[in-house]
């Protein structure tokens, strides 16, 4: 079974107003992307949201194609 994005990120109008997060938090793709683009490395990105995984930036760089 080949895994997606959407294993990891969903769209919920719930939660953050639609926006799409990482399932089971409310950290959204967006946050993400933007660090990345302010050349925040993946590490301090999964320092900064311990409940993150290398996995879910790459899910969200990956939703953002």
Do not use: C
């Not at 990891?8 to 992307?33: H, S």
């Not at 999964?46 to 993150?52: C, E, N």
């Amino acid at each position: 079974m080949t895994n997606s994005f959407w294993d990891r990120v969903e769209i919920n109008p719930q939660v953050m107003l639609g926006k799409p997060v990482i399932k089971g938090t409310r950290i959204t793709v967006e946050i993400i992307l933007k660090k990345l683009s302010q050349s925040i490395s993946s590490d301090e990105i999964l320092s900064d949201y311990p409940r993150l995984k290398r996995e879910d930036i790459q899910a969200a760089i990956a939703y953002h194609l």
